[in-house]
């Protein structure tokens, strides 16, 4: 057949058009999808977040079943905070997401998912409430993996940081929620919950340290081996840490009250950011807190909860808009920024009770009305309030929760000299 040269530069022609339109149409689809998505606020440069969570039980059936994208827009519309903090695993250690790790809770649509793509469509930040060495559900299966008292019993809901649940459970599933694409973790019940472990992998762990044979029993052996603790637990905050930030390097990673008031000492592991939440009215607690924390050089915030606390949780409304912005000026004032907790349902679903909401957008107007005036800015001191960590621990009963000794003497001078107007700076013993 001869060749016809006038087909041949069709058919050419042709297939340029073809080419043409393929790519113009793969690219308009590219910018769709990256429109869609809009960038999002680093924690740092983060100033008002909203943390919600309920710590999934056996009996919750029905996770995911109310939660829907209309839900989750409509808040972050209202509300528009920098990021927000969902539940993945509580102190019960149910998983409320669907894990091949451990054992979740009833899956009818995965609330992860969801969160990411709302909340990734309106340039909010995603990051994961998990609950760290509080797990009941782990230790029914891994009984071995519990602390031990000293007399010798196993605990059925702490778990050992010298047991191989880090490596084998706690990591592994921290990396399957890094990988719905959140932006980071908030680890909650980790040093807070910390106490002396007697099991034989703590005991050899304190051999290997301090060439003891046993922990002993006098007063003098008993802080020693807490102070051993607490340098255990640093290690497993490293540990954990690190490997995430290997994992996947732009996870942004915070412990509850990790360096904190009541773990005073140098920041040294490679944690983004600090925070703790707040459950009373005690401004000078909030006081005591936010003081500590901007110190440590590090970006940090205050979470107050939005529900007053008594022996029956959550009875009461909601506090007031008027509260809430006097405990977040506190952080504010001191260049730090400010969350606020709402209880998550039981089935992830979110409340959009129309006071609440307009609550919660009062302050996040707050925060986001000061940022450019107070966030990140240092305060000018008249006063240096030291900070003992070394009296703190030799004092204290606890590896770094809250009792009624240690730094609670140096919260006392705080709150007195705050009372007297004096513009006060709290410096750290390293």
Excluded at 19 to 47: G, W
Excluded at 109 to 130: C, E, M, S, W
Excluded at 191 to 207: C, E, I, K, R, V
């Amino acid at each position: 057949m001869k060749n016809n040269p006038a087909k041949s530069h069709n058919a050419v022609r042709l297939n340029y058009y073809r080419l043409f339109f393929t790519i113009a149409i793969s690219s308009m689809c590219l910018l769709q999808a990256c429109a869609q998505n809009v960038a999002r606020q680093s924690r740092a440069n983060s100033v008002f977040g909203v943390h919600f969570d309920f710590h999934a039980k056996a009996e919750d059936t029905q996770i995911g079943k109310t939660l829907t994208d209309d839900m989750v827009d409509t808040f972050l519309k209202t509300v528009k905070p920098d990021f927000i903090q969902i539940d993945t695993k509580g102190h019960t250690g149910i998983a409320s997401y669907p894990t091949k790790v451990g054992r979740a809770g009833g899956i009818v649509k995965d609330p992860i998912k969801l969160f990411r793509q709302v909340t990734a469509k309106n340039g909010v930040g995603l990051y994961a409430h998990y609950s760290s060495i509080g797990d009941n559900e782990v230790l029914k299966s891994k009984p071995e993996w519990g602390t031990m008292n000293s007399s010798g019993k196993r605990s059925a809901s702490m778990v050992s940081i010298f047991s191989g649940y880090v490596d084998n459970y706690f990591i592994p599933q921290l990396k399957e929620i890094s990988n719905y694409g959140v932006d980071g973790f908030w680890i909650d019940g980790d040093n807070w919950m910390l106490q002396p472990d007697y099991s034989p992998g703590a005991l050899s762990a304190f051999t290997s340290a301090t060439g003891k044979r046993s922990a002993g029993v006098s007063d003098d052996d008993k802080k020693d081996y807490m102070q051993f603790t607490r340098q255990a637990y640093r290690k497993y905050l490293n540990h954990y840490v690190s490997a995430m930030h290997s994992y996947n390097p732009k996870l942004q990673i915070g412990s509850s009250w990790a360096y904190a008031a009541r773990m005073p000492g140098p920041v040294d592991a490679p944690v983004d950011f600090l925070s703790g939440d707040i459950s009373n009215n005690d401004v000078a607690d909030i006081d005591f807190q936010a003081y500590c924390m901007a110190s440590q050089g590090k970006p940090w915030d205050i979470m107050s909860w939005a529900v007053p606390v008594d022996n029956e949780r959550f009875k009461y409304p909601y506090k007031s808009g008027l509260q809430l912005k006097q405990q977040a000026a506190i952080a504010l004032s001191l260049g730090g920024a400010h969350e606020v907790y709402v209880p998550q349902a039981h089935d992830a679903s979110i409340p959009l009770n129309s006071g609440l909401l307009q609550t919660l957008k009062e302050v996040s107007e707050l925060c986001h009305t000061m940022k450019p005036y107070s966030f990140q800015s240092k305060a000018i001191p008249q006063i240096g309030l030291f900070l003992s960590s070394t009296s703190h621990y030799l004092e204290s009963n606890r590896a770094f929760g809250s009792d009624d000794r240690g730094s609670n003497y140096f919260s006392g001078m705080l709150d007195m000299l705050l009372d007297a107007q004096y513009s006060v700076e709290v410096l750290q013993e390293y």
